[in-house]
T-cell receptor, first 113, second 111 residues
């Protein structure tokens, strides 16, 4: 069974640009969550999607957005990038809503120059 | 005060010994509790979850939960060098998979 797939794995952007990250969950998993990991703040919850609906949202500005498609694949978008957005963005899938049992992808490492 | 607090370590443990990791949380409404392991340069992986007060054992791992004290711990018995990693404590307050993570405890198991 394939794991969670995230693309791209690495990317470099400049301030003011926008970026879209993609996540394909484990087959059959319907919940996709996104987390940001930085050395200073650790792992922080961005948002969760279940059945194409955003069910939970973390304390991030509106520049961070996401969506989920009917096949459970998810994308997140960050607009007007800032230096502080440099981080590892992790996607996690779960078989259902409210399990807490997350399966993480390898992450997309974003560097903002 | 952080919502989930862990000692950052490193916790240095001789091979074969017991590693004891602690985590405290501030939200009394927390319902479920998780331990994730993260190797350097890798993504977190779930190793244990616990929902009720008491102990839960899985192989060499034992999770302990005390909701009254808002405390959850992880014991690693017969520690191996392959257990060297950062261990992340996470709590879930309500519906959904919105986990709040602690900063992690780095564990070093020395042969």
């Amino acid at each position: 069974k394939a794991g969670v797939t995230q693309t791209p794995r690495y990317l470099i952007k400049t301030r003011g640009q926008q970026v879209t990250l993609s996540c394909s969950p484990i087959s059959g998993h319907r919940s996709v969550s996104w987390y940001q990991q930085t050395p200073g703040q650790g792992l922080q919850f961005l948002f969760e999607y279940f059945s194409e609906t955003q069910r939970n949202k973390g304390n991030f500005p509106g520049r961070f957005s996401g969506r989920q498609f009917s096949n459970s694949r998810s994308e997140m978008n960050v607009s007007t990038l800032e230096l502080g957005d440099s981080a590892l963005y992790l996607c996690a899938s779960s078989s259902d809503y409210s399990t807490g049992e997350l399966f993480f992808g390898e992450g997309s490492r974003l560097t903002v120059l | 005060q952080k919502e989930v607090e862990q000692n950052s370590g490193p916790l240095s443990v001789p091979e074969g010994a017991i590693a004891s990791l602690n985590c405290t949380y501030s939200d009394r409404g927390s319902q479920s509790f998780f331990w994730y392991r993260q190797y350097s340069g890798k993504s977190p992986e779930l190793i244990m979850f616990i929902y009720s007060n008491g102990d839960k054992e899985d192989g060499r791992f034992t999770a302990q939960l005390n909701k009254a004290s808002q405390y959850v711990s992880l014991l690693i018995r017969d520690s191996q060098p392959s257990d060297s990693a950062t261990y992340l404590c996470a709590v879930n307050r309500a519906a959904g998979n919105k986990l709040t993570f602690g900063g992690g405890t780095r564990v070093l198991v020395k042969p």
